[in-house]
């Protein structure tokens, strides 16, 4: 079993949906959540970080992590056609040594 | 300034032949990672650079697969006797000591005939 379990999708949704974007974990040690866009041949970038259970928000973007279920969810409010991308979650246990370990991504396709 | 950058962007190579990838990472970033990325699959880890420390070889899939870091900078990544399943896309990252934000670089497009 992965550590980290993502949809690979692809998941297209018509412009203007609210997205939603979802990964599990199995090791409870992970405490730092984090959330990459990658657009078509080109690097992943960080969209959002965060490393306590709940909400945080960051323009039309929300990170949700909820430590009790192992599962954080990243939202997409008023999806634009810019947003589509693969989106790739990503958790670290606390130890500053520790590898930073990736889902293997979520396909999006935002539908003009 | 310049982000992480990584030469060459595509790289066609013959099985059994012996391949080169290049990371510049971002100024000052003492930190340098690389990872592979297979169609589907996510990033895989294979090497960590940290200063002047060991480097954290735990995730290069077989001794084919080698990697130096000249002068706390510029890496290379090797891979000797490349087979058809080494093709995928090669990542850099870089970042600040002791920092978890990790700025990647736009990959190496390897494949392997």
Known sequence: QKEVEQDPGPLSVPEGAIVSLNCTYSNSAFQYFMWYRQYSRKGPELLMYTYSSG?????????????????????????????????????????????????????????? | GAGV?????????????????????????????????????????????????????????????????????VSTLTIQRTQQEDSAVYLCASSLAGEDTQYFGPGTRLTVL
Not at chain 1, 63 to 72: L, N
Not at chain 2, 9 to 28: A, F, H, M, Q, Y
Not at chain 2, 41 to 61: C, H, M, R, T
């Open chain 2, 5 to 73: 950058s990584q030469s060459p962007s595509n790289k066609v190579t013959e099985k059994g032949k012996d391949v080169e990838l290049r990371c510049d990472p971002i100024s000052g970033h003492t930190a340098l990672y690389w990872y592979r990325q297979s169609l589907g699959q996510g990033l895989e880890f294979l090497i960590y650079f940290q200063g002047n420390s060991a480097p954290d070889k735990s995730g290069l899939p077989s001794d084919r697969f080698s990697a130096e870091r000249t002068g706390g900078s």
């Open chain 1, 55 to 112: 909400n945080k928000e960051d323009g039309r973007f929300t990170a949700q992590v909820d430590k009790s279920s192992k599962y954080i969810s990243l939202f997409i409010r008023d999806s634009q056609p810019s947003d589509s991308a693969t989106y790739l979650c990503a958790m670290k246990r606390r130890s500053s040594a520790s590898k930073i370990i990736f889902g293997s991504g979520t396909r999006l396709s935002i539908r003009p």
